[in-house]
């Protein structure tokens, strides 16, 4: 009988493999295999488009703005078979002129080549012009290969920032999975954003956006603040937009000696002063009171008391586990009982348990009678990450406030650590399906580890509740 093909000793682009499961034939002999010349065809393929040998189509590009024409001998089916606008543009023409903005032609070549052997590399600053590029032409599977990647790779470093002008052009084409991923990204990672070149570059739009929303990931309101300051300057928008912005910070998160501050030295809040003078009246009463007692003649339920994910100290606290997949966890940090200057001395302490395999009731172990009260096997699989954060101690203080709790989980991508979740509950995680659900803390390789450490912030946040409801 012939020699068993030995799958690890090909070294050629002609490779045979036997097939997992095969089946004698008649006469008790194996004779299934599988006979794989795909990568001689690519090969092939790359040299019909790099010679021009038996083109039957000539592209021209030209760039606009410019007298550069790059030529392209081409095949008719191939481009056909993979783009739709091509199949209609080269109906009974064997030369077609194309024009193309700069960053696009610098990349047709690129975009040629996926055509003929589908597979293609991409950077960074790549992105929109491939995206644009097969949008154009109706290649359906690049555009959808390059939009993943776009939101895969939203973390990656860039000397000039690219996940802003990501979510603009995500809006420009009607993208809402890609703007959706951009904005949280922006959202859970404001601080570093502010921080960087691309701050400049943000639409009054997208700001207006991250403005409203109480799940973004920074300092303090005060760094938020001076970031708006900061574009307002630099953008130089109509007092409209500057009023818009303006009355989205929430000061009666800020501190009311920055406020004075800020009244003082801001040249945009002195400027505008009249405008956001009503919410700035409002901090200091809010300030100046029991938040149960400002609750009785204030609906605290609306976004100007309503914290963000703030992380400076006296909002919550960093915990890196190391090894979290060993055992259980505990620690205790202490935050301010709210953000009221009246509250300004109270201090609550927090106790924190971290479990990296908890059973839920449902499959915890059982005794069984009709196996001598064994205990049926659980494996450790069963179990799933869950997190406790519950006070130390109970006070009267605690009338009418409820605190949400807010854990982010950082992780390291390309040499860079962001904010991939972030998860909200009253007191466990056992209210959350799906917390760190798709992380294996087992693996040391597990992209939720950093040096095999499970790096978490915990963040307290007081919500206030009306006592007594106010007739109008």
Wanted: charge should be neutral.
């Amino acid at each position: 009988p012939p020699r068993p093909l030995d799958p690890g000793s090909c070294h050629s682009s002609a490779c045979l493999s036997p097939r997992t499961a095969q089946k004698a034939d008649l006469s008790g002999e194996a004779a299934g295999a599988t006979i794989n010349h795909s990568l001689a065809l690519i090969h092939r393929l790359q040299e019909l488009l790099q010679n021009g040998n038996a083109s039957d189509t000539t592209l021209r590009v030209r760039t606009a703005g410019s007298d550069e024409v790059k030529v392209f001998h081409t095949h008719q089916l191939l481009l056909a078979l993979q783009s739709e606008a091509f199949e209609s543009l080269l109906h009974n023409q064997t030369v077609v002129t194309l024009h193309e903005p700069a960053d696009n032609a610098a990349l047709f070549e690129k975009f040629i080549r996926y055509l003929y052997c589908g597979e293609i590399s991409i950077l960074l600053h790549q992105a929109i012009p491939l995206h644009r590029l097969a949008s154009k032409y109706r290649v359906s599977t690049l555009q959808r290969g390059v939009a993943e990647y776009m939101k895969s790779h939203l973390a990656s470093e860039s000397s000039q920032g690219h996940v802003v002008g990501w979510y603009h052009y995500a809006v420009k084409i009607g993208d809402a999975g890609l703007q959706e991923s951009c904005l949280q990204f922006l959202a859970w990672n404001l601080s570093a954003v502010m921080g960087g070149a691309e701050w400049a570059t943000v639409s009054a739009e997208l700001l207006a956006l991250l403005l409203e929303r109480s799940d973004l990931v920074l300092q303090s309101e005060l760094e938020l603040y001076t970031a708006v300051e900061e574009w307002v300057g630099r953008k130089q928008p109509e007092a409209p937009v500057v009023v818009k912005v303006l009355r989205s910070v929430r000061y009666a998160m800020i501190p009311p000696s920055h406020l004075f501050h800020l009244q003082k030295q801001s040249a945009v809040m002195v400027r505008h002063y009249g405008a956001i003078q009503d919410l700035l009246f409002q901090a200091f009463q809010f300030h100046s009171a029991s938040p149960i007692h400002f609750a009785k003649y204030f609906d605290v339920n609306c976004s100007m008391f309503v914290p963000r994910n703030y992380l400076s100290g006296s909002w919550g606290s960093p915990w890196v586990i190391n090894n979290p997949a060993r055992d259980d966890r505990s620690t205790s940090f202490q935050t301010q009982l709210g953000p009221s200057n009246h509250d300004a001395s109270k201090r609550v302490t927090w106790n924190v348990l971290f479990s990296p395999r908890w059973l839920p009731v449902s499959l915890r172990p059982v005794y069984s009678d009709s196996v001598s009260g064994a205990i049926q096997s659980i494996r450790i699989e069963d179990g799933r990450p869950r997190l406790v954060i519950t006070p130390a101690m109970t006070s009267s203080d605690f009338a009418g406030v409820s605190f949400q709790k807010t854990v982010l989980v950082g992780v390291r991508q390309q040499g860079r650590i962001f904010v991939k979740h972030a998860y909200s509950f009253h007191q466990s995680t056992d209210e959350l399906a799906d917390f760190l659900a798709h992380a294996d803390l087992q693996k040391r390789t597990s992209e939720y580890l950093i040096d095999n450490s499970l790096h978490l912030h915990l963040i307290v946040k007081p919500v206030y509740h009306s006592l007594i409801k106010v007739r109008k």
